[in-house]
């Protein structure tokens, strides 16, 4: 087993760690009523089992004003286009029906889009009471779990609202990986390759030379471990220093201006890792074109996204003009001028000393996506 600790939260690692849910949600919040929430998927494959440890622990369900027991899971549809205002309000009026108060928590069992959303319910659930992420998809366990940024989309741009909301726990089970089909597996892949190309050459050096390992058939614990927990010492690394993304925390946002924005104008028709996987090479390419990067190091990107299944050029039937408009909603905007967190090489990024944001005149945005 493996512990980090991060604003608040307890980052504990180890493979089989399902079945000590219960047991650990009990020791951090002795007393409260519990609410696991998953996405109908997930939900089919682990609920029964999450539940159960919740129960043998001791741990009470809400209870509506009646006195009947609560139901202990709480579903929605499972998919970025559920990540909404929409669902994040059934999932509340639901919870609140259920009889959960400020004397309860929540456990968001699933993949990025349960843990955004239920951390935001959780988040503004009577102005906030304590959640748990016990992430199921890899994109879950090694980026969006960690750190705290909770939200939804809207129709104007993805993330748009949200809040930055701690979990006291985050508990990570590596071996419910094999439940998850390949396409999904490669989404993560997409973030761990980011945190690669941010901070550590040799973690990208070792993605690459592990694919087969990582997507061919079951991966075995020692691989699984390995991947998830180098990428979460490099998230935790980078967010222990800057929480609220004033600075730093920046960089975990590189391939996501571009990448948010494709998701944005198809509808979400592209996952997130398959988007940031595009957005990654075209802003290498941004900042290759503006003297920041070394040479090649977009083609580098290309390579590696492109041998673990992910896509590397813009989806057929977008126009490079429609992307920078989406670009527009990023969060990164400042005085109207949307700044990218760009490479300088392979594990390092431009900015340091600068806040990590570069202002780029959309002309430049334009005419590298016409030419990518
Ligand atoms: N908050 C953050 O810092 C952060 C970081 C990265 C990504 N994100 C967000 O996360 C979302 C993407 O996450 P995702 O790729 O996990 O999407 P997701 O939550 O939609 O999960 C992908 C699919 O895999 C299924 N699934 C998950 N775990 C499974 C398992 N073990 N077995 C079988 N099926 C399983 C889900 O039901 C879903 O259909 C996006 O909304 C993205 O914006 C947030
Ligand atoms: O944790 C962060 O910070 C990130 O930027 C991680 C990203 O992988 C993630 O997709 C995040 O949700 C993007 O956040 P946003 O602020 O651009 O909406
Ligand atoms: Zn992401």
Redesign the pocket.
């Known amino acids: 087993m493996t512990t980090l600790a991060l604003h608040g939260s307890s980052i504990e690692i180890a493979p089989g760690a399902l079945a000590s849910l219960g047991q650990r949600v009990a020791a951090l919040h002795p007393g409260r009523r519990v609410a696991i929430v998953a996405?109908?998927?997930?939900a089919q494959?682990?609920a029964a089992k999450a539940l159960a440890s919740m129960v043998a622990s001791g741990m009470a369900l809400g209870s509506t004003v009646g006195g009947t027991v609560a139901p202990g899971v709480f579903t929605f549809p499972?998919?970025?286009q559920h990540?909404t205002r929409d669902t994040w309000a059934k999932l509340t009026d639901q919870l609140i029906a259920a009889g959960h108060r400020r004397d309860s928590v929540f456990v968001a069992l699933?993949?990025?889009?349960?843990?955004?959303l239920v951390?935001f319910v959780a988040a503004t659930y009577l102005r906030g009471v304590p959640f748990v992420q016990m992430p199921?998809?890899?994109?879950?366990m090694i980026?969006?779990a960690?750190?705290g940024?909770?939200?939804v989309?809207t129709t104007a741009g993805?993330?748009l609202v949200g809040a930055f909301h701690q979990p006291s726990l985050v508990l990570i089970d590596p071996r419910?990986?094999r439940?998850?089909?390949p396409l999904?597996l490669r989404?993560?892949l997409a973030?761990a390759i980011k945190h690669g190309v941010i901070v550590d050459a040799s973690y990208f050096a070792w993605i690459a030379a592990s694919l087969r390992d990582i997507l061919d058939g079951e991966i075995d614990d020692a691989t699984a471990m390995r991947l998830v927990q180098r990428s979460v010492e490099i998230k935790v690394g980078v967010v222990a220093q800057d929480e609220r993304e004033g600075d730093i925390r920046k960089i975990?946002n590189f391939g996501h201006t571009i990448g948010h924005a494709i998701e944005h104008v198809t509808g979400y028709g592209i996952?997130?890792?398959d988007a940031v996987a595009i957005g990654m090479v075209a802003e290498a390419t941004l900042a290759e074109r503006l003297g920041l990067a070394t040479p090649g190091l977009a083609d580098t990107i290309a390579t590696v996204c492109d041998a673990a299944g992910l896509p590397v050029r813009l989806p057929e039937g977008v126009a490079p003009a429609e992307i920078v408009v989406a670009t527009r909603s990023d969060k990164k905007t400042r005085g109207g001028v949307v700044e990218y967190a760009l490479p300088s090489a392979l594990g390092a990024m431009a900015g340091a000393g600068s806040g990590y944001g570069t202002a780029v005149p959309e002309a430049a945005v334009l005419e590298m996506l016409q030419h990518l």
């Open positions: 996405d109908a998927q997930v494959h682990y499972a998919g970025e990540k699933g993949g990025g889009v349960t843990g955004d951390g199921t998809s890899l994109t879950a980026d969006a960690i750190g940024k909770t939200g989309d993805k993330n419910l990986l439940t998850l089909p999904q989404q993560g973030e975990l996952p997130h890792g």
